[in-house]
């Protein structure tokens, strides 16, 4: 067994910036999506069951029009466009990719809406805004990554409202040490420093001050997502005839078959979690 890795922000930045081109150019134009929730065992819809992901979220946190949203680790934006275009929320998306940011930005003029959303690059760590900015903070998939977990914690509690509420999907390390091959697969291949089990990440956000109103573990959906993935991925690289596309999306896919075999032992996880400032 080992333990994991240790990056810095920079790593993570660096990372996302130097890969999100080669994702959009070799696997989706439209953005990178999130975790699916998926309708049962049969369901292989995977952009239905990442909107369905960012939909439950956006219900259980009582987004509507009169809030006020940050998205934390927003990536290429599609989360933020979504709740804004199905609520008539106001919000920002921040994100520690500039690459990623620009993405989002672009999308978001693609628009011609008007939505009233905006993208900043910047730290969950040292968040540009004013003491309880937002009514509503979201975030999906993108905590884990943060190394300095309390003090990220500690910032979006300083930005949200008194009575404001918290509403995240992110990646769990449900055990402290891991094996090599999740270590190799799994964590670092994303630069991971650490995570929280369930109950960890539920203790973090009441240290922080925060009241937790849901944990929940999502595990079968996580799973799911990766086995969808793999069998996509196998698929358009038998139809591809471009070598070098060929080659990521194999790559892609022999990831997904590591991050299964890591859930199935217990090295990875997903949960969702809603907690509230208190007023």
Same mark, same amino acid.
């Given at each position: 067994?080992?333990?994991?890795?240790?990056?810095?922000?920079?790593?993570?930045?660096?990372?996302?910036?130097?890969?999100?081109?080669?994702?959009?150019?070799?696997?989706?134009?439209?953005?990178?999506?999130?975790?699916?929730?998926?309708?049962?065992?049969?369901?292989?819809?995977?952009?239905?069951?990442?909107?369905?992901?960012?939909?439950?979220?956006?219900?259980?946190?009582?987004?509507?029009?009169?809030?006020?949203?940050?998205?934390?680790?927003?990536?290429?934006?599609?989360?933020?466009?979504?709740?804004?275009?199905?609520?008539?929320?106001?919000?920002?998306?921040?994100?520690?990719?500039?690459?990623?940011?620009?993405?989002?930005?672009?999308? &978001? !003029?693609?628009? $011609?809406?008007?939505?009233? /959303? +905006?993208?900043?690059?910047? *730290?969950?760590?040292?968040?540009? #805004?004013?003491?309880?900015?937002?009514?509503?903070?979201?975030?999906?998939?993108?905590?884990?990554?943060?190394?300095?977990?309390?003090?990220?914690?500690?910032?979006?509690?300083?930005?949200?409202?008194?009575?404001?509420?918290?509403?995240?999907?992110?990646?769990?390390?449900?055990?402290?040490?891991?094996?090599?091959?999740?270590?190799?697969?799994?964590?670092?291949?994303?630069?991971?420093?650490?995570?929280?089990?369930?109950?960890?990440?539920?203790?973090? &956000? !009441?240290?922080? $001050?925060?009241?937790?109103? /849901? +944990?929940?573990?999502?595990? *079968?959906?996580?799973?799911?997502? #990766?086995?969808?993935?793999?069998?996509?991925?196998?698929?358009?690289?038998?139809?591809?005839?471009?070598?070098?596309?060929?080659?990521?999306?194999?790559?892609?896919?022999?990831?997904?078959?590591?991050?299964?075999?890591?859930?199935?032992?217990?090295?990875?996880?997903?949960?969702?979690?809603?907690?509230?400032?208190?007023?």
């Amino acid at each position: 067994m080992s333990t994991t890795s240790q990056f810095t922000e920079r790593d993570v930045s660096e990372f996302f910036d130097q890969t999100t081109q080669t994702y959009l150019s070799f696997w989706d134009s439209e953005g990178v999506l999130h975790t699916g929730y998926f309708a049962d065992a049969d369901d292989t819809d995977y952009p239905a069951a990442a909107d369905r992901t960012s939909d439950i979220l956006a219900t259980e946190a009582g987004i509507d029009a009169s809030s006020t949203v940050l998205d934390v680790g927003c990536g290429c934006g599609n989360f933020l466009l979504r709740l804004a275009g199905r609520t008539g929320c106001r919000g920002e998306g921040l994100d520690l990719s500039i690459e990623r940011v620009r993405f989002a930005q672009g999308k &978001l !003029t693609e628009r $011609g809406d008007g939505l009233p /959303v +905006a993208f900043r690059h910047g *730290s969950a760590t040292a968040m540009p #805004y004013d003491d309880g900015s937002f009514t509503h903070m979201v975030s999906q998939d993108a905590l884990f990554l943060v190394p300095d977990k309390a003090r990220s914690h500690a910032e979006m509690f300083r930005v949200l409202t008194p009575g404001g509420t918290l509403a995240v999907t992110d990646f769990l390390q449900p055990v402290a040490e891991i094996g090599e091959a999740a270590r190799r697969h799994v964590y670092d291949r994303v630069r991971w420093s650490s995570g929280y089990s369930l109950d960890g990440y539920r203790e973090a &956000l !009441t240290a922080a $001050g925060f009241e937790v109103t /849901v +944990a929940r573990s999502l595990d *079968s959906h996580i799973r799911q997502t #990766y086995r969808v993935l793999g069998e996509t991925a196998r698929q358009r690289a038998a139809g591809s005839d471009d070598e070098a596309a060929r080659r990521w999306i194999l790559g892609f896919a022999a990831s997904c078959d590591e991050i299964q075999a890591a859930i199935d032992r217990g090295e990875f996880g997903w949960g969702m979690f809603v907690a509230r400032k208190p007023a």
